[in-house]
């Protein structure tokens, strides 16, 4: 048998006659206790705690009156069903614009372009969605799901499959245009998605895993979201709406069943949830350009930006980091930024007049002003502010 587990030893009994005394560390501390808590009441002299009209009046944000939450609801009376049939009825409606976007690559490597530049590595998709735009069969999806393909196709809730030519594609944003001729599909209007922010609700439709026509909801995350990997060229919207491999060009649509947002790119996995849409203002943009001509031209000057540093300001006699530091020039001896005199060094503070807010806003600013004419930059350097006179080119 094994031997049973012994118990602990009981505390030994005070022994009669000893008392226990604090030592002197011990009297000291409590002293201090004590005399803190009686500072702490004599500075006080209300103890009672302050009444929810004095902190009205103490606390500015106390004072701001926010509405009842049910006086922002629609009129009385809507239910969940209401509310639950007309999502179903939104998506029901956009969803005959959205069509499925395949690509058939045959081993054909994607072309060398700046869409890794600024997106990183995007999933690998030869099926992604799209959504028709006008009554001409123009079709915008997500370059990405068409880069290097031989042949695209489209199909839409009717089942049919249609052969898609390439119109025009932007790396920079990763949109492309497709036609299709006799294609008999309404188009969907775009939206505002400057009137986005966070919380609105939003409905996402596409081909995830090559499931048609599949629908999520959810709302706007954040409505101004910094690119993903410092794109001068768009924010994005941030949305917790599903969006997966597949779902890359259909569109994000706002409570109206207009879009606003076409789905780009998904974080990595670690990030699950989380997803990204280009916004609808930016797109129309490139969507005109691509209509008009196929390509996207923006402004160059030739110059490679950074950050102004605290140290950078400081050799250059800023009072301040601001502006956008040249941190390198174009080789090219006929590049826009070595023709006026740009040096490495350089702080670029002022473009045509506008104050320069950082390299990605520089950048914005060359792609929007009109090329082959003159702009006027003012740099400084080494303490000194110089106005210099630019042309500038077409982006290679």
């Given at each position: 048998m094994s031997a049973p587990a012994s118990r602990p030893a009981a505390p030994s009994p005070r022994q009669p006659g000893r008392t226990l005394r604090p030592n002197r560390a011990e009297i000291v501390a409590g002293l201090s206790i004590l005399i803190a808590l009686l500072s702490l009441m004599w500075s006080r002299p209300s103890a009672a705690l302050p009444t929810v009209e004095q902190s009205r009046r103490e606390s500015p944000v106390a004072n701001v009156d926010l509405p009842p939450f049910s006086t922002r609801l629609p009129a009385e009376g809507i239910t969940l069903d209401d509310i639950s049939t007309a999502s179903a009825e939104l998506a029901s409606q956009a969803a005959r614009s959205v069509v499925r976007v395949e690509s058939g690559l045959k081993g054909r490597s994607a072309p060398s372009d700046d869409l890794e530049l600024y997106f990183g590595s995007l999933p690998s998709e030869t099926v992604g969605a799209g959504f028709v735009v006008d009554s001409q069969g123009h079709v915008l999806t997500n370059y990405h799901v068409i880069r290097g393909a031989e042949m695209v196709t489209i199909r839409g809730v009717d089942h049919q499959t249609h052969p898609a030519q390439v119109v025009g594609h932007d790396p920079l944003t990763d949109l492309a245009l497709l036609h299709v001729a006799d294609l008999n599909l309404p188009a969907l209007g775009l939206g505002d998605s400057r009137r986005m922010s966070a919380g609105h609700l939003v409905w996402a439709i596409g081909s995830p895993f090559g499931l048609d026509q599949s629908v999520s909801m959810g709302i706007i995350s954040s409505a101004n979201r910094p690119t993903?990997?410092?794109?001068?060229?768009?924010?994005?919207?941030?949305?917790?709406?599903?969006?997966?491999?597949?779902?890359?060009?259909?569109?994000?649509?706002?409570?109206?069943?207009?879009?606003?947002?076409?789905?780009?790119?998904?974080?990595?996995?670690?990030?699950?949830?989380?997803?990204?849409?280009?916004?609808?203002?930016?797109?129309?943009?490139?969507?005109?350009?691509?209509?008009?001509?196929?390509?996207?031209?923006?402004?160059?000057?030739?110059?490679?930006?950074?950050?102004?540093?605290?140290?950078?300001?400081?050799?250059?006699?800023?009072?301040?980091?601001?502006?956008?530091?040249?941190?390198?020039?174009?080789?090219?001896?006929?590049?826009?930024?070595?023709?006026a005199g740009v040096q490495v060094a350089d702080i670029c503070t002022v473009f045509q007049g506008q104050p320069v807010t950082g390299p990605v806003g520089l950048v914005r600013q060359i792609a929007g002003h009109a090329i082959g004419t003159v702009a006027k930059l003012t740099v400084v350097r080494n303490g000194r502010t110089i106005d210099l006179t630019v042309m500038v080119g077409l982006r290679p």
């Open positions: 993903l990997l410092d794109s001068p060229f768009q924010d994005f919207l941030q949305t917790d709406a599903a969006i997966n491999p597949g779902s890359s060009g259909g569109p994000l649509l706002d409570a109206r069943g207009k879009v606003v947002g076409i789905n780009t790119a998904t974080s990595d996995s670690s990030n699950s949830g989380i997803s990204f849409a280009l916004p609808s203002h930016a797109a129309k943009q490139v969507l005109d350009q691509l209509l008009e001509r196929g390509t996207v031209p923006r402004g160059w000057i030739g110059v490679q930006l950074g950050v102004v540093s605290p140290a950078r300001a400081a050799m250059a006699g800023l009072p301040h980091p601001s502006g956008a530091y040249v941190e390198s020039l174009n080789s090219d001896a006929t590049a826009p930024a070595r023709q």
